[in-house]
């Protein structure tokens, strides 16, 4: 099980565990807090997702130079008050080692003491998810209670999302670098060995297997991605010819899902991918969107604003990074005015696409409607928006997926100029690219309430339940 944490949240984490590992001291104390989490159940990618910390009170730690250190009742009391207000799964106490070298473990007292401290804990709260983590300067280990065996379940690694995407072992080791594959010898000018074992080791979702969707699946096998999610619900006809990658006339004619063409010849490729059409393919239904939670880094290939709204909950309340991608073409008086491509990150500590200007919740409302009410809708002129079918012009679908894939590949390794922009936009018409960024809409509900960041489950996915279709 990893546990995942907002960078922002990891600099903190760092921030209060600092004198622990200062090199001027002599005998650096041992210092701590207590990390609140919620959980990802889903099997293939259980994990548990911090959700804020706890920083200790002056009070709230004592170190003894025989026994380590001790979290007061009243500081535990607080976490475990603050998990039942905000419906959260449980939480972690942290602790360091401060002479801890290249390696970091529990101790005869962190082994003797936790189980008690665990199982009254969970006494307290009986569905609650308790454990510990310590660390050293540049390690840690981690471990939940399991009163079931009894005892404890590793935690297998700390990924750190936001400007990048970091993996921390939590093992108590540093953590061995696998070469990679001599298929990939030539990646390496831009992506080096560590980032390339994170990429064969990920599971990547893309969300949409259109023009832009097809592209990037393509992308992500050839760049070593281990296995995609595709989701998609389409069945391949006549207009798809032109702009989704491998589909031939006999798709067509037999009316074939366009995810499991894709699937198919990646399979055949021999590259080390494993490409998986998800039963459904709808995100927009809550069975098929639960599949979203087994991914660890999502590709929007959509040219609807309520898909990208559900991957955008689904980024922030579970720390799942997610790259959303688009193509537009203006055409003015004397045609073509504008051929450009957009490129979006969204993690926590950055903007949503609402507060971005790319989701419009009146799109959202008017894609709610069935196909008939939408048309009285706007024949009624009760809303001022239009639709136009999204370009399908494959040159300019190109440019975006090798945006998702570069920025990807940034967030494991940095290549690209830093900070990373919330968005870019090339404009093929002037041949140039802009960066641009973007502010918090105040009261913001999806990344401006600090309690829905890391809040797994505790904040509703506005998607469609099957059973009020």
């Not at 500081?75 to 008050?81: I, K």
């Not at 440019?399 to 093929?428: D, G, I, K, T, Y």
Request: charged fraction near 25%.
């Amino acid at each position: 099980m990893k546990l995942r944490i907002s960078e922002c949240d990891y600099r903190t984490l760092r921030r209060l565990t600092a004198i622990s590992f200062r090199d001027d001291i002599e005998f650096p104390p041992e210092t701590g807090c207590i990390l609140l989490v919620s959980r990802n159940e889903h099997p293939l990618n259980p994990a548990l997702i911090v959700a804020g910390i706890l920083e200790p009170a002056e009070s709230d730690l004592t170190e003894s130079a025989k026994d380590g250190l001790t979290f007061s009742r009243s500081y535990l009391r607080r976490a475990l008050l603050e998990v039942r207000r905000r419906k959260l799964a449980g939480f972690l106490t942290v602790h360091t080692h401060p002479l801890s070298g290249d390696g970091v473990g529990f101790s005869e007292y962190d082994d003797a003491n936790d189980p008690a401290l665990m199982a009254n804990l969970s006494e307290l709260q009986p569905t609650g998810t308790f454990g510990s983590m310590v660390l050293g300067a540049q390690v840690a280990a981690g471990r939940v209670w399991a009163p079931d065996i009894p005892g404890f379940l590793p935690l297998s690694e700390l990924v750190s999302v936001g400007e990048r995407i970091r993996g921390l072992p939590l093992d108590g080791t540093v953590g061995a670098t696998p070469a990679p594959t001599a298929m990939f010898d030539r990646a390496m000018a831009v992506t080096g060995a560590g980032a390339l074992a994170a990429l064969a080791r990920m599971r990547v979702g893309v969300v949409g297997a259109g023009g832009t969707g097809s592209l990037v699946i393509e992308l992500a096998a050839r760049a070593g991605v281990g296995e995609v999610f595709v989701f998609d619900f389409d069945e391949a006809n006549l207009t798809n010819l032109n702009r989704v990658l491998h589909l031939r006339q006999e798709d067509v004619d037999h009316c074939r899902p366009k995810a499991e063409r894709l699937a198919e010849v990646i399979r055949q490729s021999g590259l080390p991918c494993t490409v998986t059409a998800v039963t459904g393919g709808d995100i927009r239904k809550e069975s098929t969107a639960y599949d979203l939670l087994a991914c660890d880094v999502l590709v929007g290939c959509v040219d609807r604003d309520w898909p990208r709204l559900i991957l955008s909950e689904v980024a922030y309340q579970f720390h799942i990074p997610y790259l959303d991608i688009g193509t537009e073409i203006g055409v003015g008086p004397e045609g073509i005015a504008s051929l450009d491509v957009r490129a979006s990150y969204t993690a926590a500590g950055r903007p949503c696409l609402v507060c971005a200007g790319v989701i419009s919740p009146e799109r959202i409302r008017l894609e709610g409607y069935g196909e008939a009410e939408l048309e009285r809708v706007l024949g009624m002129g009760y809303s001022t928006d239009f639709r136009l079918k999204a370009p399908a012009v494959m040159e300019l679908n190109m440019r975006a997926a090798s945006w998702a894939m570069l920025l990807l590949r940034h967030l494991l390794q940095p290549f690209l100029e830093e900070p990373l922009p919330h968005s870019f936009r090339e404009s093929l018409t002037n041949f140039s690219t802009r960066s641009r960024e973007h502010a918090r809409t105040p009261g913001c509900t999806i990344c401006g309430n600090p309690e829905r960041l890391g809040a797994g489950g505790g904040f509703p996915i506005q998607t469609l339940r099957e059973d009020l279709n």
